[in-house]
């Protein structure tokens, strides 16, 4: 994310989150700074602060960066995802068009698929890259695949282990998101921001 023009219905959930609490722009800048969360330098070394002035630009659409909403989630104590796929649910059913509710039921149900798959699976996921040593072991080649190809070039063995751990559980999860449902979304996307008399905002 930079400080080009952030999608409303983002701004609009960030300004839910503070007005929900009951806080001022102030207040909240206030409780912002006060959370963890990454710090990015700010001027002679010191860390970047919120102020009023940022949580209006913030909600006004005119600037936001990754840290900002990572620090809005830890504030409010959601992950910075489910802030962004809240929002974005809310969007696509917020004018009540039947198409739109419908393509939102199907998404939502296959991320229901995917976030039963990760409880029931947690550990095994965290387990990282399956070895494929073993005799009774499949080898997944698509995933070895994927594993080189992501890999950095000047990564340390550690953090390419890391990172493999990381691709192993991207692929199996998102392995699980459903097809149709992704079909779905393509379509709509296409419909959507294609037609040429169409001027809604994301």
């Known amino acids: 994310m930079t400080d080009d023009p952030i999608p409303r219905n983002i701004s609009m959930t960030l300004r839910f989150i503070r007005?929900?609490?009951?806080?001022?722009?102030?207040?909240?800048?206030?409780?912002?700074?006060?959370?963890?969360?990454?710090?990015?330098?700010?001027?002679?070394?010191?860390?970047?602060?919120?102020?009023?002035?940022?949580?209006?630009?913030?909600?006004?659409?005119?600037?936001?960066?990754?840290?900002?909403?990572?620090?809005?989630?830890?504030?409010?104590?959601?992950?910075?995802?489910?802030?962004?796929?809240?929002?974005?649910?809310?969007?696509?059913?917020?004018?009540?068009?039947?198409?739109?509710?419908?393509?939102?039921?199907?998404?939502?149900?296959?991320?229901?698929?995917?976030?039963?798959?990760?409880?029931?699976?947690?550990?095994?996921?965290?387990?990282?890259?399956?070895?494929t040593g073993a005799a009774d072991q499949r080898r997944d080649r698509k995933l070895e695949a994927l594993v080189r190809e992501c890999a950095f070039k000047n990564a340390d063995v550690e953090q390419r282990r890391q990172d493999a751990r990381l691709v192993s559980a991207i692929h199996q999860i998102m392995n699980q998101y459903a097809l149709t449902a992704r079909k779905s979304y393509r379509d709509h996307s296409d419909r959507k921001f294609n037609s040429p008399t169409d001027d809604s905002e994301t």
């Open 19 to 131: 007005e929900s609490s009951a806080l001022s722009l102030r207040r909240m800048a206030d409780e912002l700074n006060k959370t963890s969360g990454r710090k990015i330098p700010g001027r002679r070394g010191r860390p970047a602060k919120f102020d009023h002035d940022l949580i209006e630009a913030i909600e006004s659409q005119e600037r936001l960066k990754i840290w900002h909403l990572g620090r809005y989630a830890n504030w409010y104590g959601m992950p910075v995802g489910a802030i962004l796929l809240f929002s974005q649910l809310a969007s696509h059913i917020r004018d009540g068009k039947r198409e739109d509710v419908e393509l939102t039921k199907s998404v939502a149900e296959a991320v229901k698929h995917v976030c039963e798959y990760v409880i029931e699976n947690a550990d095994a996921l965290a387990a990282g890259v399956p070895d």
